[in-house]
């Protein structure tokens, strides 16, 4: 099971990591290493992001420039989120900012993918009416979310109330999954999706 990980996919996974952030909390110094601090779902988002980024730098498929440029974007990641300051809703914003990370890092680096975690993905769902494929990465870790990428675009949704299967929602956007089909709604149109067996 790929989405929405409940009962025993999360039992399985060992839920002491998820106690504290990779930082020291009594060192944070901004106001989003502030609310990973206090949050228990943004710890087990900072969890796995440094876990992540521990098996792309570690791996066997790394180059030594390789290690440095990651590094260097692991930086930058982190001046970004530190930024979620001068958002409405700061929570949100640091939640975001760490699952697009998970998703830049599974994405980008065949090792980051290399051991089973609360982090899957990224799949690729072809769509009706739709030229170019959607890429979807299920974030297990914390509060469950998807982050859907298309052409030059990213979203990061929430697991939201389903019947059935998962479903992730938005104001403007839901993303519904039953097994390998999905139903993707854009602007209130529906596409229907299928993963895509090379993705």
Sequence with gaps: MRYAATGLTLLLWPLAAWAQPSFDCAKAESSAEEAVCASPALSEMDVEVSRLF???????????????????????????????????????????????????????????????????GPYAYVCDGMDAPLSATFVNAGDPVVVLRWLENVRVLPIAMSGSGSRYASDD????????DATWTQDGTDHACQEDDIG
């Design 54 to 120: 521990a098996l792309a730098l570690n791996g066997p498929n790394i180059t030594p420039d390789g290690q440095d440029e990651l590094r260097a974007y692991q930086r930058g990641w982190v001046k970004g989120r530190d930024e979620c300051w001068k958002a409405d809703d700061l929570g949100t914003c640091v939640r975001d900012e760490y699952a697009i990370r998970i998703d830049e890092l599974r994405r980008e680096y065949a090792d980051a993918r290399a051991e089973d975690g609360p982090s899957m």
């Design 173 to 180: 956007m839901v993303f519904w999954i039953k097994g390998s």
